[in-house]
């Protein structure tokens, strides 16, 4: 009866695990502003993410630049995009959308603007450094050029309205559930008598959860870039926001399959 009952103490743990372990990371990744950049920074090397910014920005020019300067435009704007100077803007961009983006999530004034079903990201700060580049590149005429309006359709509206009460409920529980998760397979093992077999049971059940999470986070994605009106810069955004994540889940994984391996030893020197 007591095994049981400890047995069951811990098979709840390993119920709360998975989202334990997804909100407490993923509220992190989004609420922290330093961990966001550090995850979004690299996809100013991203090709599908350089591309969509040349072609947003050279649509944002479309009837305002002469033909004759068109392909030194063009030009310039791919060479901008593989730049120090854009990979330096894209961060500046990323810092001024952070609190925009948090505000979107949380339901609050100031959020990241939704257009029609979608959600813009204006590249203001890339759009100025652009009208440099093209002082710099003796762009015909560059002075004149009007100002540069550059907007991205990130994710679908109604996806990240969907996200808005999960995301509340994700912050509150992001502090109680990995407490509750850990107390629950701790209390459970120590009341076990026989915590090698209970070990094991826990090993199972973290590597079960967790693997259910990473079928969830596929499942997800899979829907954010078929639901986005750019699924090219929806696809990398939600792999970089998600990246610690899924290494978190695959290290929870060999921490269950350790737990199967000291519960094995423990139950055969029982026997």
């Not at 079928?215 to 929806?234: F, N």
Request: glycine share 8%.
């Amino acid at each position: 009866m007591r095994t049981g009952f400890a047995t069951l103490l811990v098979l709840l743990g390993c119920l709360l695990a998975g989202p334990a372990v997804a909100a407490y990371v993923l509220v992190d990744e989004i609420t922290d502003q330093q961990t966001y950049l550090d995850a979004v920074t690299p996809l100013a090397d991203d090709p599908a993410i350089k591309a969509e910014v040349a072609d947003r920005l050279n649509a944002g020019l479309a009837g305002s630049v002469p033909d004759v300067a068109r392909p030194v435009v063009d030009a310039s704007i791919a060479n901008f995009v593989e730049s120090d100077q854009f990979r330096r803007a894209w961060v500046e961009l990323n810092r001024e959308v952070h609190p925009q983006l948090l505000a979107l999530l949380r339901d609050e004034p100031g959020g990241l603007a939704v257009e029609g079903d979608a959600v813009v990201l204006d590249l203001g700060v890339v759009a100025d450094e652009v009208k440099e580049r093209f002082v710099a590149d003796r762009v015909p005429l560059a002075d004149r050029i009007p100002e540069v309006r550059g907007r991205v359709e990130v994710v679908s509206g109604p996806a990240v309205r969907q996200a808005v009460p999960a995301f509340d409920l994700l912050e509150k529980l992001s502090v109680i559930l990995p407490i509750a998760a850990v107390a629950l397979l701790v209390l459970g093992v120590a009341l076990s008598a026989r915590r090698g077999a209970t070990l094991v049971v826990a090993g199972i059940g973290l590597v079960v959860a967790m693997l259910l999470v990473v079928l969830a986070q596929w499942l997800a994605r899979s829907q954010v870039t078929a639901r986005s009106p750019s699924p090219e810069v929806a696809g990398p955004f939600y792999d970089a926001l998600t990246g610690t994540l899924t290494v978190v889940l695959w290290v929870v994984c060999g921490v269950g399959g350790f737990l199967v391996i000291v519960g094995s030893v423990l139950s055969r020197r029982r026997n």
